[in-house]
């Protein structure tokens, strides 16, 4: 069983950046693909960026475009998503997942874990 904390949301104007943390706990994720999702106030869940337990391969939604990095070290069992360029339409509740693929970690329908997720938001 492993347990996966958030932090780092909060309220931040547009343009601004924010780091978000997920740590891991309960077991080691280092052989575990890991990505970030998000929910928007009134929308359903939505894919943001995915990462390889080895970190050699990463993903992400168009929707960033070039503005938000996965990154992960497995020796502190710790995940973060760093986003820059925020703007009003990222306010949402971003939450981390692992599951025992990278494919199933791509499709919240078939994550195994995931957190409370953060909130974040982005005011103009």
């Known amino acids: 069983q492993v347990q996966l904390v958030e932090s780092g949301g909060g309220l931040v104007q547009a343009g601004g950046s924010l780091r978000l943390s997920c740590a891991a706990s309960g077991r080691t994720i280092s052989t575990y693909p890991m990505a970030w999702f998000r929910q928007a106030p009134g929308k359903e869940d939505e894919f943001v960026a995915a990462?390889?337990?080895?970190?050699?391969?990463?993903r992400y939604a168009d929707f960033v475009k070039g503005r938000f990095t996965i990154s992960r070290d497995n020796a502190k069992n710790t995940m973060w998503l760093q986003m820059n360029s925020l703007q009003p339409e990222d306010t949402a509740d971003y939450y981390c997942?692992?599951?025992?693929?990278?494919?199933?970690?791509?499709?919240?329908?078939?994550?195994?874990?995931w957190g409370q997720g953060t909130l974040v938001t982005v005011s103009l």
């Open positions: 990462i390889t337990s080895s970190a050699d391969v990463t």
């Open positions: 997942a692992v599951s025992r693929t990278y494919g199933r970690v791509l499709d919240r329908r078939t994550l195994d874990a």
